[in-house]
């Protein structure tokens, strides 16, 4: 890999860098080289199937058309479910790649000028026995249920999908996916869904309205769709297709989907969403200083539109918006010399972030390293530092997103504060799809205050060179007018993910003075070398293959050096020779990592104070779950060693209890115990506790709660939510939240109380 003109061009006026660098450089190269070296190597011992090309003859599923409307009840008993026919037998993804599938799926298709409708049938020999859900959450996890997912390429560009997804109780889980790559997992679209448990399988009927879907305007009478539907039957962790497709993809890499023929669709017309919102809220405050009223009431209304101009293009308009239903962030005690990125959770910014937000791609095994840069982040709108939220005025978003182009803006306006001042936000976004599945980008974000602005000017790209490697990468610039501070940041990531091995290769940096007051960078002034491989095991010499399923050791270095004057400051080297993956969905890994630090400033995690010098250090780690399907699972994430120049026992314990999908409770409970660490040699143990429940009468009437207390500085909270989607997308919301603190300046006990009620009205034109 050669970098030498972003670094040159980054740092041309810091030689010192650029020779330690290159120092270090021959090592790095020498080191990917053993890597992919191994890595084909890896082959001559595999016995899984190969990465395979899509079929030219792609598997067919013809739609029937009715004139009559469906009773969607789950059923399947309505005289129009026996004219079409069923779709041919489905292939095995898992855990045996094109083998037939153990538990047969069934699906028949059926449409009207108001519907496209499915009935699916996901035969199994245990019936109601065989079942596995542990909650009613709508985008559930899908590790932890059976499912059944529809996927659509509307626009037949083999880049693109909406994605369907039900479990057998019927609750809903909807996406978007772009290049299999990027996702809006929390888009929400409007369809319903009823299904029914026998003693030989379960059924799932599906209703999805023409205006929810996307597909091409065409003078042709009749569409042929790119479709792919996939099973998980979780209880031996069997995933069969539709159409095939290779197990280290998705259902939603299109270039591997079959057809659903004989669409007569109506033509795809502008259609508008109105869901305007009414609240009312008491406030009550003790220990606050003398300028927080103790009691308030207040009201408020709002709402939202969406308006579908074309099946390409998106307008949607905010005013007075309202998140009071939004999930909370979950405290996290943090010992790394990393940021902690908590996620967005707020609907409106929800839809179509993939779009706004290119970054770093970090996958869910920890391939890309801790770095991560994003230019855009959503939540530096609407919230404080802490995660309070800021009043939005009003906003808009416009997106267009098409085989070729994609675009879109948004603007918001915040409203001024005693502790923040009203606030003007730009972003600006435009990508070109050419070939088969590259991109390149441009994004802008403007931040304009009374004190100035701070402008973010960003070029991504992403190029697939083949099925299973890719290149991504990220050059943003930022300049900040009322301090006249101008930085840098950058990624570029190649990545070769197959059924053998998964390697990738991360370089990045950061420089001093970049300051995204609209995105996130989780550190500063680095520049950053994460290459990594996980080799994936499963041939004939794999014992008891009954419980486990795949052998996956793997070696995850991270380097880093201090931009601005070429030191070098950290070295990890994740080692994993243990990591099993089990038939059920379990999995248990151990590491062993040498660490070294080389602290230029005081670093003070969780009131640990630890002066600057350098550090050599080892930790072990145990990481591991049991079946997360059962009514009652364990995770544990378990640390231990040396700690700078100390010691320290880390973990962090999650117990699931789920005797019925109904009722869900989830414990946590983090430790971090220092051992003569830091000045003066301190022995300290921060104690993190969160229980979360939900408890659920059925897919749309449901009572949510948590409690969480930090040790750390004493705070604790809890959240009581009732929720009725009393018809789609339309909730009633009664919401209990309380919060304390200690104010160690003011040597008191903080407590806040707030009670809100709140109904959503969802009415489609």
Sequence with gaps: MNCKGVYFIAYRKSPQLIFKFYLFLPMLQRLLTVLIVFAFNVNAFSQSAEIFSPDSIKKELTAVKIETSLHIDGILNEPEWQLPKTSSRFTQIEPYQGAAPGFETFIKVLYNKQFLYFGVFSQDSLGKKAIRATDFKRDFNYLAHDLITLT????????????????????????????????????????????????????????????????????????????????????????????????????????????????????????????????????????????????????????????????????????????????????????TRFSVFFPEKRQFFLENASLFSPSIQIAADGSGGFMHIQPFFSRSIGLDTSGNPIPIVAGGRFVNRSPKNNYGAIIIRQKATDNSPGTNFFVGRYSKNFGDENRLGTLVTIKNTPLGSNIGTTMDGFFRLSQSQSINTILTYTNTTNTNKQGFAGFAQYYNSTNHYKIWWTESIVTKDFDPQMGFVSRSDVIGTTPGMNWYYRGKHLPFKKILRAFEPGFLPELYFQASTGKFIERSLYFWPVWFNFQNGAYFGYSITPVYQNLTDTFRPLNITILPGAYHYWQQEILFTTDPSKFVSLAGDYKWGTYFDGRIISADWKLQFAPIPHISVLAEFNRNHFMHVGVPKSNSTIDLYIIQGRFALNPRLQLIAFYQKNALDQSESYNIRFSWEYKPLSYIYFIYNHGAVNDLLHSIRQNEDHVMAKISYLKQL
Excluded at 303 to 331: E, H, M, R, Y
Aim: glycine share 4%; aromatic share 16%.
């Design 152 to 335: 659509f390429d509307g626009f037949n560009d083999n880049r693109n999908a909406m994605c369907f997804a039900t479990n057998a109780y019927g609750v809903q889980r909807d996406y978007l996916s772009f290049d299999d790559l990027y996702f809006d997992i929390d888009w929400d679209g409007l369809w319903k869904v009823r299904t029914a448990r026998t003693d030989s399988g379960w059924y799932a009927e599906i209703a999805i309205p023409w205006q929810t879907l996307r597909y091409k305007k065409t003078t042709d009478s009749v569409q042929n769709w790119g479709f792919n539907m996939y099973r998980n039957r979780r209880l031996t962790n069997e995933i069969s297709a539709f159409s095939p497709f290779p197990r280290v993809f998705s259902a939603s890499r299109m270039e591997y989907a079959g057809l659903l023929k004989n669409l007569k669709p109506p033509p795809p017309k502008s259609n508008i969403r109105i869901q305007p919102y009414v609240l009312t809220s008491i406030d009550n405050y003790k220990g606050f200083d003398s300028s927080t009223k103790p009691h308030q009431t207040n009201f408020k209304f709002g709402g939202d539109i969406k308006w579908a101009i074309s099946p390409n293009t998106v307008l949607d308009l905010t005013a007075n918006t309202d998140f009071a239903q939004a999930d909370a962030d979950l405290q996290v005690n943090n010992i």
